[in-house]
């Protein structure tokens, strides 16, 4: 039998896990949102019962914290802002801080929640999820800086590494306390110079493809991915997503398209060198070793690559080497697990 036909037994399952590892990364933005473009509308009312509105606010700046109360990751977020609103270079000018959730618990219960979680900033009360749409938000936390007239700072969703300096020097550019160009050093810490418009949109729309497909809604990634592309011919992570999702499609022939493509535009990218190895191993027979032997030389270099652990277990299972598929299946759940406890806090 094909490899080709033991996909339907692979499945769903183990094409979300490749792409979630192919995808997980820190978020860039979370929607189209981009920097100067008039916020979109919110007005929503408070636990308390008190109306709120991005023009009521108008004149100051505004950080909206779109999360949940029981989200520890959301709190974490509305924490690092609390503490980051002290900052003394904000002179009286610091900006105004919003937590938007859409619980459906009475606003008794969730001020109580809010209390023991000492959030004290306002809580807007999304019910409908509209503002959540407005914003086109598909990941918690996701955070939005608007300068004092309503224009987007900056937006991006999840806690990277560099979650603090963004939140931070996106707060002070929006108080106006701190330049464009030391922002731009913040986001880009490397003396490249600056990206171009294309390739900053092209990067929010192959990102906004990867929560799309992390959602589940493959066709519209698919989509984001060909307008990255049109946006900057040269975007090599929305030509690697176009391969993933002609893979779990079993559009062997068309991924490797995508992937040699990618090549061509970044000949180091692990991703680029997974995905071909993930090709060749469903096609498996005399191409299995050629996977396995691309798997471990990125391995040799990368040893604590949970993809290419996951992937390696693909391989030994398409070659029948089920015992050592389930240890480079039980390699990669351990790596995810210790770069989760990290993230969230409890890593060493």
């Known amino acids: 039998m094909r490899a080709t036909e033991n996909l339907p037994r692979l499945g769903r399952a183990a094409w979300m896990v490749l792409f979630v590892l192919g ?12 920097r100067g473009q008039a916020s979109p509308p919110l007005e929503l009312n408070t636990l308390s019962g008190e109306r709120f509105s991005l023009q009521g606010q108008r004149g100051r700046a505004i950080v909206l ?13 509305i924490s690092k802002t609390q503490e980051l609103l002290r900052d003394p270079r904000f002179e009286g000018k610091a900006p105004s801080c919003a937590m938007v959730m859409t619980q459906q618990s009475e ?20 019910r409908d999820r509209r503002a959540f749409a407005a914003y086109q938000v598909s990941v918690i936390p996701s955070v939005v800086v608007i300068d004092a007239e309503s224009r987007v700072v900056h937006a991006f969703a999840g806690m990277s590494a560099a979650f603090d300096d963004m939140l931070r020097d996106s707060m002070l ?35 906004l493809a990867h929560q799309l497909v992390r959602s589940g809604m493959e066709d519209l990634a698919h989509d984001k991915y060909r307008e990255a592309l049109t946006v900057d011919p040269g975007c090599a992570a929305a030509r690697v997503g176009l391969g993933r999702i002609a ?34 191993a469903l096609r498996g027979g005399d191409e299995l070793p050629k996977a396995e032997e691309s798997i471990r030389g990125l391995l040799a270099t990368q040893p604590n690559n949970a ?31 210790r770069q989760e406890a990290a993230a969230s806090g409890g890593g060493k």
Not at 65 to 77: N, P, V
Request: zero cysteines; charged letters at 25%.
């Open 107 to 126: 606003p008794a219960a969730l001020l109580e929640s809010a209390r023991k979680n000492r959030v004290t900033v306002a809580i807007l009360h999304d």
């Open 23 to 34: 995808t997980g990364r820190a978020a860039i933005a979370i929607t189209e949102l981009r």
């Open 173 to 207: 550019l929006a108080a106006g306390r701190i330049s464009e160009a030391t922002f731009e050093r913040t986001l880009h810490p490397t003396s490249a110079p600056a990206a171009t418009e294309p390739v900053r949109r092209a990067a929010r729309l192959t990102e």
């Open 247 to 280: 893979v779990h499609r079993q559009r062997l022939a068309e991924a490797e398209e995508h992937f040699r493509a990618a090549a061509k535009l970044d000949a180091g990218s692990a991703d680029v060198a997974l995905g071909l190895a993930y090709v060749q």
């Open 65 to 77: 914290i779109f999360g949940e109360l029981y989200h520890e990751r959301s709190l974490k977020a």
């Open 307 to 337: 993809e290419a652990h996951f992937l390696l277990g693909v391989v030994f299972e398409q070659a029948g080497r089920m015992k050592e598929a389930a240890g480079s299946y039980r390699k990669s759940a351990e790596l995810l697990l």
